[in-house]
């Protein structure tokens, strides 16, 4: 029997993914896995004759086609042997890796995927969409009044914040959960639950000028200002939530405050609000510029049309039972047909098996499409 051809998903160096242990499902961080869609693209290519594993199991140089997750720097200077196909899968946004989405270092890879539209030419660059693990979330249900009425009013879940406001012009929305937080935990911290991995102590002391004021402000007045700041997170926070929980857990408040890391991103939808759909929770979005294009926005609502905390709480807080009904109910019939839609596992891994195969020599092409059917479970 004809070996299967030799791909590699190269990844951070981290033992969560190394190992093929990205193909795993197990908790990463913390925190559920979100590497389903690379678990589903595995079979996929596997079907047609290739075989993909991390870079530790199938080293770049002996793969005729290599998928780069997020790493871009490691290729600036790699020399591809003949026949070679180097693509680019763009998944962190720019908030964390800004130079990873720079055109002129794309110029190495043969296929950029990625979920901004604007950049999308369907001849270097290809579209996918940050796919949801629809399969994994419990069957929708209704909200009665009692549960409504017992719910609390607002949670926030999330390990990231910035809590100084980030430079003119950066996509960053990490402060606006922070200022999110801050407001709450001031006004009305016995309504407002924050869960979270922790807080790194050195948030307590971090803002512009820090390292040199460090240098000259007496110790005394720095502690003073980093336990002003932990007393903002103390008053809301309540621990971390189990990895496989966080659905149980939303589902005890009526909203959640669902804001990405970054905004304007057509496209860059995450779990971040389709946790709250599964658990029939109301998110309070904040990301996307053009959610409505993929979810409807009677299931959720924008932060952008509120100008201040005061004004969104008190939308949240005086909101009856009937309109709360109505935003659930378009949740049941949104959760329903999603399975079956763009954001899904199975609709995104065809795109990504689609641009990587199509990528492929033609000869070597021909070779992996000629047996989709090989039985492969002896390799790897």
């Given at each position: 029997m004809t070996l299967p051809l030799k791909a590699t998903l190269f990844v951070r160096p981290d033992a969560a993914l190394l190992g093929n242990a990205i193909f795993s499902g197990a908790p990463i961080g913390g925190m559920k896995s979100d590497m389903y869609q690379f678990i589903a693209l595995r079979h996929e290519l596997r079907r047609h004759g290739v075989e993909l594993a991390t870079q530790d199991i199938h080293p770049p140089q002996e793969?005729?086609?290599?998928?780069?997750?997020?790493?871009?720097?490691?290729?600036?200077?790699?020399?591809?042997?003949?026949?070679?196909?180097?693509?680019?899968?763009?998944?962190e946004p720019p908030t964390y890796f800004p130079t990873n989405?720079?055109?002129?270092?794309?110029?190495?890879?043969?296929?950029?995927?990625?979920?901004?539209?604007?950049?999308?030419?369907?001849v270097?660059?290809?579209?996918?969409?940050?796919?949801?693990?629809?399969?994994?979330?419990?069957?929708?249900?209704?909200?009665?009044?009692?549960?409504?009425?017992?719910?609390?009013?607002?949670?926030?879940?999330?390990?990231?914040?910035?809590?100084?406001?980030?430079?003119?012009?950066?996509?960053?929305?990490?402060?606006?959960?922070?200022?999110?937080?801050?407001?709450?935990?001031?006004?009305?911290?016995?309504?407002?639950d924050f869960f979270s991995r922790g807080v790194n102590p050195d948030t307590y002391t971090s803002f512009r000028g820090a390292g040199l004021l460090k240098r000259w402000l007496p110790g005394v007045v720095l502690r003073a200002i980093a336990r002003r700041r932990q007393r903002i997170f103390d008053r809301v926070y309540r621990g971390s939530i189990p990895p496989l929980e966080k659905?149980?857990?939303?589902?005890?408040?009526?909203?959640?405050?669902?804001?990405?890391?970054?905004?304007?991103?057509?496209?860059?939808?995450?779990?971040?609000?389709?946790?709250?759909?599964?658990?029939?929770?109301?998110?309070?979005?904040?990301?996307?510029?053009?959610?409505?294009?993929?979810?409807?926005?009677t299931c959720y609502i924008d932060r952008?049309?509120?100008?201040?905390?005061?004004?969104?709480?008190?939308?949240?807080a005086e909101m009856p039972y009937a309109r709360y009904a109505e935003y659930v109910a378009a949740i049941e019939e949104f959760m329903r047909q999603a399975p079956q839609g763009v954001l899904s596992t199975a609709y995104n891994t065809r795109l990504l098996a689609d641009a990587l195969l199509g990528a492929l020599p033609a000869a070597i092409a021909a070779t992996a499409f000629s047996s989709p059917n090989t039985t492969l479970s002896h390799y790897g």
């Amino acid at each position: 029997m004809t070996l299967p051809l030799k791909a590699t998903l190269f990844v951070r160096p981290d033992a969560a993914l190394l190992g093929n242990a990205i193909f795993s499902g197990a908790p990463i961080g913390g925190m559920k896995s979100d590497m389903y869609q690379f678990i589903a693209l595995r079979h996929e290519l596997r079907r047609h004759g290739v075989e993909l594993a991390t870079q530790d199991i199938h080293p770049p140089q002996e793969s005729v086609l290599v998928l780069s997750l997020d790493q871009v720097d490691f290729f600036q200077d790699y020399q591809r042997s003949a026949g070679q196909v180097l693509c680019l899968m763009l998944s962190e946004p720019p908030t964390y890796f800004p130079t990873n989405w720079q055109p002129a270092r794309h110029s190495v890879f043969d296929r950029i995927l990625t979920y901004d539209a604007r950049m999308v030419d369907n001849v270097r660059y290809f579209r996918y969409h940050y796919a949801i693990d629809f399969e994994s979330y419990p069957i929708s249900q209704a909200v009665s009044e009692a549960e409504f009425s017992q719910r609390k009013l607002c949670i926030l879940a999330a390990a990231s914040f910035g809590v100084m406001p980030p430079p003119a012009g950066s996509p960053s929305l990490l402060y606006e959960r922070f200022s999110t937080l801050r407001w709450f935990a001031a006004h009305h911290p016995d309504e407002f639950d924050f869960f979270s991995r922790g807080v790194n102590p050195d948030t307590y002391t971090s803002f512009r000028g820090a390292g040199l004021l460090k240098r000259w402000l007496p110790g005394v007045v720095l502690r003073a200002i980093a336990r002003r700041r932990q007393r903002i997170f103390d008053r809301v926070y309540r621990g971390s939530i189990p990895p496989l929980e966080k659905i149980e857990y939303v589902r005890r408040y009526k909203f959640a405050i669902a804001y990405e890391n970054t905004e304007g991103l057509n496209g860059y939808l995450t779990e971040k609000l389709f946790d709250c759909l599964a658990a029939a929770n109301v998110p309070v979005y904040l990301g996307d510029h053009l959610p409505a294009d993929l979810v409807p926005p009677t299931c959720y609502i924008d932060r952008r049309q509120f100008a201040t905390h005061e004004e969104l709480y008190r939308y949240l807080a005086e909101m009856p039972y009937a309109r709360y009904a109505e935003y659930v109910a378009a949740i049941e019939e949104f959760m329903r047909q999603a399975p079956q839609g763009v954001l899904s596992t199975a609709y995104n891994t065809r795109l990504l098996a689609d641009a990587l195969l199509g990528a492929l020599p033609a000869a070597i092409a021909a070779t992996a499409f000629s047996s989709p059917n090989t039985t492969l479970s002896h390799y790897g």
